[in-house]
């Protein structure tokens, strides 16, 4: 079992940075890819990034590559996404996800464990 709590959303201006991070507890935290997911009202939840757990290999949406990095630390049992230049269209609720074993995937049903999410809010 693991849980997941997110933190660091807020409000931003365009073309601003915020740090979400993403604190878990349980067992064997390095042994799970994590990812980041965000929903906009309305919208489907979609993927923003992921991070492997054997090779550290990241993975990205096509629209937040250059701009979002995601980094983790296990010792921390925590996971960051690092967000830079902003847009308004990156507003949304970000949420963290958990994957056993996994590689690192943009399948929301491939992760086992997902926080509660956190909001971000860019204003033009």
């Known amino acids: 079992q693991v849980q997941l709590v997110e933190s660091g959303g807020g409000l931003v201006q365009a073309g601003g940075s915020l740090r979400l991070s993403c604190a878990a507890s349980g067992r064997a935290f390095n042994q799970y890819a994590m990812g980041w997911f965000r929903q906009a009202p309305g919208k489907e939840r979609e993927f923003v990034a992921a991070?492997?757990?054997?090779?550290?290999?990241?993975y990205y949406l096509d629209s937040v590559e250059g701009r979002f990095t995601i980094s983790r630390d296990n010792a921390q049992n925590t996971v960051y996404l690092e967000m830079n230049s902003l847009k308004p269209e990156d507003t949304a609720v970000y949420y963290c996800?958990?994957?056993?074993?996994?590689?690192?995937?943009?399948?929301?049903?491939?992760?086992?464990?997902w926080g509660q999410g956190t909001q971000v809010t860019v204003s033009s």
């Open positions: 991070i492997g757990w054997a090779t550290d290999l990241t």
């Open positions: 996800a958990a994957d056993y074993d996994g590689l690192g995937t943009s399948l929301p049903s491939e992760y086992d464990y």
